[in-house]
């Protein structure tokens, strides 16, 4: 009985230390990350313009320079096809490119891939169709703007003011009203 019970606590014992350590490090944050989401909003005077997009294919679209984007919102999602996560944003995405593309609103998607088959360009070009998607997406195959924006996990989404500063970042999922609202006053703001 003495050798279950001291084996019971030492598994215990073990759960905590393993649970403590992870928790520690910060495992836990970059692992459910995309689960829990995280949002940042930047005052428009702390905020960093925001690095050029790399060359890519694009799809629905000439490439596009953020530098001919001023004057105009920018929303920039980080996604890939194969993302569960990317799925369930994407409906709040181009309900957002319908509603204010004419107001003012330009969305990219940023297809940075996970998995090699997601490299294939024209099972991107698939995808987009098949998805729905009418807005500009440009392959990232390198991650250069991925790294450029340090973006960590998919979806990740910014919000760019007219001036092509960064205003507003968030990682995975929800805080879809908090963006909406953010979209509004940026598209509402007078450009300086």
């Not at 569960?84 to 409906?91: D, G, Q, S, V």
Request: hydrophobic content about 40%; glycine content about 8%; overall charge neutral.
């Amino acid at each position: 009985m003495d050798r279950r019970k001291n084996m019971l606590i030492g598994i215990v014992v073990g759960i905590v230390i393993v649970g403590g350590s992870i928790y520690a490090t910060g495992f836990t944050k970059r692992l459910l990350g995309p689960f829990l989401g995280s949002s940042t909003a930047y005052k428009s005077s702390e905020s960093a313009p925001a690095p050029d997009l790399a060359t890519g294919n694009w799809i629905n679209s000439e490439p596009l320079r953020l530098k001919d984007l001023r004057g105009r919102v920018v929303l920039i999602e980080f996604w890939t096809f194969g993302c569960y996560n990317c799925r369930n944003t994407l409906p709040f995405v181009k309900s957002w490119h319908d509603r204010y593309k004419d107001k003012g609103l330009t969305v990219i998607g940023v297809h940075s891939p996970e998995f090699d088959e997601e490299r294939v360009v024209e099972k991107v070009r698939s995808e987009v169709a098949s998805l729905g998607i009418h807005y500009p997406v440009v392959t990232d195959n390198d991650y250069q703007t991925w790294n450029a924006y340090q973006v960590e996990a998919w979806p990740t989404a910014f919000l760019l003011d007219k001036q092509g500063r960064i205003r507003w970042m968030h990682v995975g999922e929800g805080d879809y009203d908090e963006a909406e609202r953010l979209i509004q006053k940026l598209l509402a703001e007078k450009e300086t």
